[in-house]
């Protein structure tokens, strides 16, 4: 076998190997890259197998040394360093979040995350994770298979539902309690989202959220001009691996979800990817015609009353 790879199953998963649930596997398989980095941002020893159970992405890289153009590469260089890069940086926010003394941490579109089981947390933090069922019956078998005898470093909670319906009371049901303080991210979320479902998620986190809470998400700007929406990225993905990234993401004006916040009461403030990259000296710098230009990502807390 060639470094990273692993074995092979077959058959369909329905809700992962098609549309926006695709686009999991894609991170994954970023985050199985990145671990094998000698400059990791970020590592995650479980991504691979994610990659690996599903015969559709049999050919997809989960190691540098299957990337022959290196960073260079639109799809598994460029693009799979800045999902690395944003999973560093979503980690620290949560693992700072933890040390202030926040207990739980809610998962907003969790995908094949595996932030309860890699993360260093508190022993009494819980990690509830809200997606749809199928794609966490999928990230089950996974890693009872990968991984049978390893257990969260958190207490983890896997909350069915659809972000695009009232999904407050799912999770109030498996034991989220609104009263104290939460970490809530949202992770490669809201580019897919109707607008609307965008204002009813940013109103149900502000109502369930008590003071000391704290938000993260990423955005985009708007709709990309179309010298962006043709760049080798979009291409490459759309050719090489069969997700068209620019017909999953909502074509709708997007919502000025820091705006929304503030007026709540919350303090938020609005970061692009780059200024991560130049503090961290690794990850993808601007370039002409930027996939990545309009991407934000927004960090609000809730102040205490």
């Not at 997809?60 to 799979?80: I, K, T, Y």
């Not at 993360?119 to 069922?133: A, N, R, S």
């Amino acid at each position: 076998m060639s470094p990273g790879e692993l074995p092979t199953t077959t058959g369909r998963l329905a809700g992962v190997d098609s549309g926006v649930g695709l686009t999991a596997l894609l991170v994954a398989a970023a985050r199985a890259i990145e671990t094998e980095r000698p400059d990791a941002l970020a590592r995650d020893e479980y991504a691979a197998h994610f990659v690996r159970a599903v015969g559709a992405c049999a050919g997809w890289p989960v190691h540098p040394d299957q990337v022959p153009d290196g960073e260079a590469d639109p799809l598994w260089g460029r693009l799979a360093r800045y999902f690395g890069l944003r999973t560093r940086v979503f980690d620290d926010h949560l693992l700072r979040a933890a040390d202030r003394g926040t207990r739980q941490v809610v998962l907003l579109g969790a995908g094949l995350d595996t932030r309860a089981l890699r993360l260093p947390w508190p022993g009494d933090c819980t990690v509830y994770e809200l997606d749809q069922d199928a794609v966490l019956a999928f990230k089950r078998r996974t890693l009872a298979d990968a991984a049978p005898a390893e257990r969260p470093r958190a207490r983890r909670v896997a909350v069915p539902v659809d972000l695009r319906q009232d999904w407050a009371p799912s999770l109030t049901a498996a034991g989220f309690d609104p009263g104290r303080p939460t970490a809530w991210l949202a992770e490669g979320l809201l580019l897919y989202l109707p607008a609307a479902a965008e204002r009813r998620l940013i109103a149900a986190v502000d109502a369930l959220s008590a003071p000391g809470s704290s938000l993260a998400y990423e955005v985009k700007l708007g709709v990309e001009p179309a010298a962006v929406r043709a760049a080798p990225v979009y291409r490459a993905a759309r050719t090489r691996i069969g997700v068209d990234l620019l017909a999953l993401f909502d074509p709708q004006p997007r919502p000025d979800s820091a705006a929304d916040l503030a007026a709540r009461g919350w303090l938020p403030g609005v970061r692009t990817p780059f200024d991560f990259s130049r503090h961290l000296g690794r990850g993808p710098l601007p370039e002409p015609e930027d996939a990545l230009a309009a991407n934000r990502w927004v960090f609000a807390t809730r102040s205490p009353r």
